[in-house]
């Protein structure tokens, strides 16, 4: 039986620039402004969204390290009719899904959702949100072209 590899060797060794890139996601979206569990969610909302084992495998073991809940772990999926989300986290998944979902009659992000985002969200978190589903849009390419492995460490899954 064949060894399970991802399709690519390490990106980080062929685009140095990637760990950089990075880091500076990571450091914009973890100033404080919004719930790193809240991020999370969002991240692996875009995961699903997406289709892509790693990525939700990745943020349903994040948020479980920062101790979610199983039920509201599951129910990301399922957000809109499930009881377990705050407001701002609800606007936080139907701003990613805005942003991922194509919308044949207009544009992706209302007015109307624009304006309930700002009702949970000052600036500086809403533009934080901005950069977290920017920064988890900037990984899909790689988690879905590269296919890495769903529950590897970064180090050990990447082709050598």
């Known amino acids: 039986m064949q060894e399970l590899?991802?399709?690519l060797p390490n990106p980080m060794l062929l685009v140095?620039?990637?760990g950089e890139i990075g880091g500076a996601l990571f450091?914009?979206?973890g100033n404080g402004s919004v719930a790193p569990t809240t991020i999370s969610m969002l991240q692996l909302r875009a995961g699903q969204i997406a289709g892509n084992t790693y990525l939700t495998t990745l943020h349903t073991g994040n948020l479980r390290k920062a101790g979610e809940t199983e039920e509201r772990i599951t129910a990301v999926a399922s957000w809109r009719d499930a009881a377990c989300f705050t407001d701002a986290e609800?606007?936080?998944l139907a701003l990613v899904e805005a942003v991922l979902t194509a919308n044949p009659s207009g544009e992706r992000v209302s007015d109307d959702l624009y304006a309930r985002a700002s009702t949970q969200y000052d600036?500086?978190?809403l533009t934080?949100?901005?950069m977290a589903i920017g920064q988890v849009c900037f990984f899909i390419p790689l988690a879905v072209i590269g296919k890495p492995l769903p529950g590897v460490s970064p180090a050990q899954q990447w082709r050598q």
């Open 90 to 92: 609800r606007v936080a």
């Open 5 to 7: 590899q991802s399709r």
């Open 27 to 29: 450091k914009a979206t």
């Open 16 to 18: 140095p620039e990637l």
């Open 123 to 125: 600036d500086k978190a």
């Open 128 to 130: 934080t949100l901005i």
